[in-house]
């Protein structure tokens, strides 16, 4: 069944120090503090058991070794934080520059077996339908493959462990013109077998950040995109059951982005999300990123943080914590 507005919204956010950039870099600055991620977590947490995910990253490419244990990129040892009802957002990338899409399954079926007690969702691919930045998986051969194939060896997995937790599905940018059809393209070459091992679909978006907006259109524009992925992308390739999660928003602060404005965009977004819950089939929502990267720089991608890098946190971490106890299941 879809979740609801009524339901509740499934909360996470990435607590990792390290970002990628638009030109295929990563960003990063001082080491994350264990006890700190910890402690800001129960506190957006709020109540313990209170359902919500850790996002973490991890990565196979042309070097990654079989047969041993996988460590995650970002977060490190992520799996620390999947207590108190925490489970991780676990997201397997694939950056294999020959497209093993053989060993990439393997992989997953490797990731399920270590970390899938306490992974509530299973991301196969980071933002595919990108072909643009080698940080992401749409830029390596054959990750259409990977996506179809990843899905069923790691579902398959989750079965065969009894992981009836474990939610399996993928994620894309928003998608427009030529490019809404990246979906249908899947579901197409997968056939019934992959809609059916699908259990979500994720969405990656950063409204008024890389296109500034002026404020007032902000909720317009985020509830438009909303309704124009579910029902133009998702719904015409067949994928309109499924719940739909926000995987990916934040806005950064840094010079003339003022840190009250980043409160003011999590909130309207946030309200956004919570109204058209049930009219667009939205099961959570994931915050990106628990702090910054590094606080001294003054790049686009260094302050993405709800706190600075040193965990002081800006007014949008009491804003976020608010609406996660007002909006949360």
């Known amino acids: 069944m879809t979740p609801t507005a009524r339901e509740g919204l499934l909360f996470g956010i990435y607590p990792g120090g390290v970002a990628g950039d638009d030109t295929g870099g990563l960003v990063s600055g001082p080491p994350d503090d264990p006890a700190r991620i910890a402690g800001a977590l129960d506190q957006l947490q709020g109540q313990a058991g209170r359902p919500f995910l850790v996002r973490a990253y991890i990565g196979f490419d042309d070097a990654t070794r079989l047969g041993e244990p996988h460590a995650t990129a970002t977060p490190s040892a992520a799996a620390r934080y999947a ?18 899409v053989e060993g990439y399954c393997g992989f997953l079926r490797e990731l399920v077996s270590q970390y899938g007690s306490v992974t509530g969702t299973l991301q196969i691919t980071e933002e595919p339908n990108i072909t643009s930045n080698p940080n992401l998986d749409g830029h390596h051969p054959r990750v259409r493959d990977a996506i179809i194939h990843g899905v069923r060896a790691a579902k398959t997995r989750a079965r065969e462990l009894g992981h009836t937790h474990l939610r399996v599905g993928f994620n894309t940018t928003p998608l427009f013109g030529e490019d809404v059809s990246f979906v249908a393209d899947l579901t197409r070459h997968g056939g019934p077998e992959f809609v059916g091992d699908l259990d979500y679909v994720g969405l990656d978006f950063f409204p008024d950040v890389f296109r500034p907006m002026a404020a007032p259109d902000l909720a317009d524009a985020v509830g438009g995109l909303l309704r124009h992925h579910r029902g133009v992308a998702l719904a015409p390739a067949g994928l309109g059951h499924l719940p739909l999660h926000i995987t990916e928003h934040g806005w950064p602060t840094g010079p003339e982005r003022p840190p009250h404005k980043q409160a003011d965009v999590v909130e309207t977004v946030v309200n956004v999300i919570a109204a058209h819950a049930g009219q667009v089939g939205l099961s959570g929502y994931t915050h990106f990123a628990l702090r910054d990267a590094h606080s001294a720089n003054p790049g686009l991608f260094h302050q993405f943080g709800l706190t600075t890098d040193d965990y002081s946190p800006k007014p949008a971490f009491e804003t976020l914590r608010q609406l996660i106890e007002k909006f949360s299941n």
């Open 83 to 100: 207590v108190r009802g925490r489970r991780l957002d676990l997201v397997a990338q694939f950056q294999s520059a020959d497209g093993d």
